[in-house]
Every structure is written in structure tokens, then in C-alpha cells.
């Protein structure tokens, strides 16, 4: 569904480049998780996938075609919803009125659905809503829209800890076959429970790009107290109770993915991967 | 791919008027405001005090021994005076949405907005230049007519309540280009007259087109900034005249015809490249640099 090949992209000839040869492939279905640390290029990614930047070098393809040239047959298949985003001073319902009529398959009820479990009406005006409540009402609208590709950037930022909750119940609910979102962020507790695929990034390069089912059937994370052996760890990080560990699954055990614990093991070891899959 | 899709483009300009109206109806009415307060400047005295001699003296030679006919000819004349000060706003209303035609993608979240917009780069290009020009003109009409009729339902109370203004800035706009207007009167050959309207239309039209190029490259400023780089390149050409003034006496003098004609050649090329650019960085905006002022 999204081909990026060979891509190199700077913001400015003296700035170092975000990417450099990078190179992902998305697949059409499902939640990817795409995460990094602040400054190693979620968004940047993002708005190239959106056609909002021109690469250097290379091609990001959605659908076969160039997004940089932001036609609209592709616009039309793809929604970003920004970190920042700025919304007109009008009612919710005029605002889905003005643009909806550009999303073929924009489904009203949907809409209405999204917003009554965000507790927003139609009538209430963009301009007069909280930063959290306009996060939600776009939320609503970029669900609505029903692309087949729907790109978030930061989308939990600005909401509460009880809409955080029904962000996911939404986003889980409005999920259809063959529609895929991407969800950047650094707040990985927010999606953990979401995500289908984890795609992670750092300094512009390719960390992991693995489905939750994989990385669970290989890796166990687990929580062990203070002073038991970890001699079969590939990474642990110290916590209040002991230690937390990332170790292969070699018995075969199910355990929950900690994304945070993943993301830590494969900064401080990029061949953590390679280690999990090797066979001894 | 079609470049241009009627409903879509319709759906792009019904976005574009209604997603602001709030704005837009404070634009409209920040023109009455101005209308206003030119209507207040021009006619204020002549109703308190009562016309000059000036206007009286001309109404007396225009209708002698008929002091009504008189009255109604100064008065006319009062208005026809004060059309330009309306025009040379309409003229700074025009040069103004033109600066502010891309105002809506001064901020990353407008850019992004607008840029993925389903729709060609062409339909949100021309919407937002068509509420900058035909819809300025439209709404400095509906400021102007409402100003007037303030004026002369306000200025009886003083004194005088004289006619419209709105009939003699028609006047003003057209006569300058009409075949017994001021321009035929300076340039009796045919062809130099049509020479002579095609140049002011151009220069017209260029003063548009840098506006409203200046206004997709600036993100800050981009009247005020236009407007000091257009005074400095006029200042910076007088003083290049000044200095090279005795090389160009010995250039050989052109007919009228000839120069009018490269002139308008000149200024078409300058035009059509212009709204070129400004077409082209419009296309390839970005949602992060690009512009020459980042935010």
C-alpha cells in the first residue's frame, strides 16, 4: 500500500539529513504503531507520506502513485491528522458539511457515532471547544472520512486520561477491513493495546518493523523482583520492584507486549532482534 | 488526471467562503469602515459649512441665471472631486486581498489542512485567487454602496444631504479607458489609444500580480514588505534615470507607437511571469520550509 524506496530527505542543504537511503513498506490492513524518540523523524515521515514534503531522493508511492504529487484521487484516500492543527469557527456540523463532500466515502453516521462517544454534539462550535474536545471532534471527522489510509500524529496529546480510553474504544470501532492507520507517538501506553504493528525509528533508521503477534511469539517481557537472576536477560531495565526484563521466548509464553520496555532494550541494543531469532 | 473538475472546484470555493465567513464579514465590514471615514473626510465640511465658492463659482458657469440648476451642479461636482480618493481605495483593497490571497497557509496546521485537501492544485489555486480579486471587488461594493447610503441618510441632519458618489466612481473607473476619456483626449491615433489602454491595464494587473506573488512567498508582512520593496525599486530606477540620464538621450527616440508597444510586450512577459511563480510556489509549497520566513 505505501512503497518507500531509497528516500533521503533534509529540512535545508546545511541540515543534517532526518533520512538517509530509508526504505518501508506498509501493508494494506491494521494499526501500525510508529514510534521514536522525539526528533528522529515520526512526523517527518508522516507529512511525506501525506505528499506535505517533496523528498530529496526517492520515492514514498501510496497506492502506486507519488504522493508529492498530491493529486486528488490519492488525497482522497488518505486523511493526516496533525499535531497542530488549526479548524474554522464553525459549527461541527457545518464543518463536516464544507468537507466531507470531498471524501467519497464518508459515512455521517459514523460521525455522529464518533462524536456522541466523545460527548461532543454537532452543534457546538470549533472556536468555543477546549484544545482536548477539537483534538476529539477531528478525531471524529478523520474516522468518518473512512479513507484506506489514516495517518495520526500525536493524536493522544491534549486529551485526558478517561479520553484517552474512549479514544481507543473509537479508533477500535471504527476499524473496518482493509483500512489501515498510522499512529505516531511517544506516548506508547496510549496505543499499546491498539497497535497490530510496531514500526520503530531512530537517528532516521529503521529500528524494527514487526507485527505484536511476532514480536510477542519471541520476545517475553517480564516484571521480576529485586534480587532474582537475570542471566537469561537481553536487556533489563531497573524499576521500583526489581528489575524489568526482555528475554526470548523459548518456552512459548504469552506475555503482554511492553512497548516502553521494547523500545529502551532496542535503543541501548539494536541487535536485540537478531539475538531474539537466533537459534542457538 | 483532470486538472479542473467543476463540482470539486465549486466545493473548494464554497470551503473557502464559508470555513472564514466570520472573517470574511469582518473584512466587509473594515471596508464600510474605510468607505465611512473617506465619506466623512470629503463631504463632513461642505455639509457643515455648506459648498465652497469653488464648486459655487462652477455651478454658476455651468447653469447661469438658474441658482437650483446651479446648486445641483456644484454639488455634482463636489462628488465627481472626491471619486478618486474611493478609487485609489479600491485600488489599495485590491493590492491587499491579493497580499492576503494565502493567508490561510501562514500556519503549519492551515497548511496542512489545505494542502491535502482533495482537490488539484489548480482548483485551490484559483479559489483563492477569485475571493481575492473577484470577491475584494464585490465586497468593497457592498461597503462602498452601504457607506454612502450612511452618508446620505446621516448628512441631511446637517445640513446638506447631497446625491450618491457611488455613480461618479463608475464614472472615474471607466472614462479614463473610454473612447472620449481623458486617455483619447492625450493620444488621438487609434492604435496609440489602444497601445495606451492595454498599458494601463497591464500596470494595473502587475501591481496585482507582484502582491499576490509577494503574498505566496512571504508569510510575514507580505503587503507592507511589498509595498517598501515597490517604493525602493521605484526610488532605485529615478536615481538610476538621474545618473544615466545623458547615455539615455543618446539611445535613438522610438516613435510613441513603437515604445507603447514594447512596453505592453514588457509588462505582459512580467504579468504572465509573475502569476507563473506565484502558481508554481503555490504548487510547491510545503507543510515545514520552503517559504523564505519559516514559522
Redesign the interface.
Known amino acids: 500500500m505505501i512503497q518507500i524506496d531509497h528516500l533521503s530527505f533534509a529540512?535545508?542543504g546545511r541540515r543534517p539529513a532526518v533520512f538517509s537511503d530509508f526504505a518501508l513498506t506498509l501493508e494494506s490492513g491494521g494499526i501500525y504503531g510508529l514510534l521514536g524518540k522525539n526528533g528522529t523523524g515520526k512526523s517527518t515521515l508522516l507529512?511525506l507520506i501525506?505528499?506535505?514534503?517533496?523528498p530529496g531522493r526517492g520515492s514514498v508511492r501510496f497506492l502506486g502513485q507519488e504522493t508529492r504529487s498530491?493529486?486528488?484521487?490519492l488525497?482522497?484516500e488518505?486523511?493526516?491528522l496533525?499535531e497542530?492543527?488549526?479548524l474554522?469557527?464553525?459549527s461541527l456540523r457545518?464543518?463536516a458539511a464544507?468537507?466531507a463532500?470531498?471524501?467519497p466515502r464518508f459515512s455521517a453516521g459514523l460521525f455522529a457515532q464518533c462524536l456522541r462517544d466523545f460527548d461532543l454534539a454537532p452543534t457546538d462550535n470549533l472556536a468555543e471547544l477546549s484544545m482536548g474536545q477539537r483534538k476529539k471532534a477531528i478525531v471524529s471527522f478523520a474516522l468518518a472520512t473512512n479513507t484506506r489510509l489514516l495517518l495520526m500524529d500525536e493524536p493522544t496529546n491534549g486529551l485526558d486520561i478517561p479520553s484517552k480510553s474512549q479514544f481507543r474504544r473509537v479508533v477500535a470501532r471504527s476499524m473496518t477491513e482493509g483500512r489501515t492507520l498510522v499512529v505516531s507517538t511517544h506516548q506508547v501506553h496510549d496505543v499499546e493495546a491498539l497497535i497490530d504493528r510496531v514500526v520503530m525509528l531512530d537517528g532516521g533508521r529503521l529500528l524494527l518493523d514487526r507485527s505484536v503477534a511476532d514480536i510477542c511469539a519471541r520476545l517475553c517481557f517480564e516484571e521480576r523482583p529485586a534480587g532474582s537472576p537475570v542471566d537469561d536477560a537481553l536487556y533489563v531495565q531497573p524499576t521500583v520492584h526489581g528489575n524489568a526484563v526482555v528475554r526470548r521466548n523459548d518456552d512459548g509464553r504469552d506475555t503482554p507486549l511492553d512497548l516502553e520496555l521494547l523500545f529502551g532494550a532496542l535503543l541501548e541494543r539494536p541487535d536485540l532482534w537478531e539475538q531474539a531469532t537466533d537459534k542457538r | 488526471?483532470k486538472c479542473f473538475?467543476l463540482r470539486?472546484f465549486g466545493?473548494v470555493l464554497?470551503?473557502d467562503l464559508?470555513?472564514?465567513?466570520?472573517r470574511n464579514l469582518r473584512y466587509v465590514a473594515s471596508l464600510y469602515a474605510g468607505c465611512l471615514a473617506i465619506e466623512f473626510a470629503n463631504f463632513y465640511g461642505p455639509s457643515r459649512n455648506g459648498l465652497s465658492e469653488h464648486y459655487l463659482r462652477l455651478g454658476e458657469r455651468a447653469c447661469p441665471g438658474q441658482p437650483d440648476a446651479a446648486l445641483a451642479a456644484a454639488e455634482r461636482g463636489l462628488l465627481a472631486d472626491n471619486a478618486p480618493a474611493f478609487v485609489a481605495f479600491l485600488g489599495f483593497v485590491l493590492t491587499l486581498a491579493a497580499s492576503a490571497a494565502f493567508e490561510n497557509l501562514r500556519?503549519?496546521?492551515?497548511?496542512?489542512?489545505y494542502?491535502?485537501?482533495?482537490?488539484?492544485?489548480t482548483e485551490k489555486y484559483l479559489s483563492r485567487l477569485l475571493w481575492a480579486t473577484v470577491g475584494a471587488v464585490i465586497a468593497f461594493w457592498i461597503a462602498f454602496v452601504a457607506a454612502d447610503v450612511t452618508r446620505m441618510a446621516l448628512f441631511p441632519i446637517l445640513g446638506h444631504g447631497y446625491g450618491s458618489t457611488v455613480p461618479y466612481v463608475f464614472h472615474e473607473l471607466t472614462h479614463f479607458f473610454s473612447p472620449d476619456g481623458y486617455l483619447n483626449f492625450h493620444m488621438p491615433d487609434a492604435t496609440e489609444y489602444l497601445l495606451g489602454v492595454a498599458f494601463l491595464a497591464e500596470l494595473l494587473l502587475l501591481f496585482h500580480a507582484v502582491y499576490l506573488l509577494c503574498g505566496t512567498l512571504l508569510r510575514r508582512h507580505p503587503y507592507l514588505l511589498t509595498t517598501l520593496g515597490l517604493i525602493a525599486l521605484g526610488a532605485l530606477t529615478v536615481v538610476l534615470i538621474d545618473l544615466y540620464a545623458q547615455r539615455l538621450e543618446r539611445i535613438p527616440a522610438f516613435d510613441p507607437i513603437t515604445l507603447l508597444a514594447v512596453i505592453d510586450g514588457v509588462l505582459f512577459a512580467a504579468i504572465v511571469a509573475c502569476y507563473a511563480l506565484s502558481y508554481r510556489s503555490f504548487c510547491?509549497i510545503?507543510?515545514?520550509?520552503h517559504k523564505w520566513r519559516r514559522r
Not at chain 1, 498530491?70 to 484521487?73: F, H, L, Q, V
Not at chain 2, 464559508?18 to 466570520?22: D, F, R, V, Y
Open positions: 529540512y535545508g507529512y501525506a505528499g506535505l514534503l517533496r498530491r493529486r486528488p484521487e488525497l482522497e488518505l486523511y493526516l496533525p497542530e492543527f488549526t474554522p469557527p464553525v457545518r464543518y464544507l468537507n463532500p470531498f471524501y | 488526471m473538475h470539486r466545493l464554497r470551503l464559508l470555513s472564514g465567513w466570520k500556519t503549519k496546521g492551515g497548511r496542512t489542512a494542502l491535502t485537501l482533495p482537490a488539484t492544485n510547491r510545503q507543510v515545514v520550509r
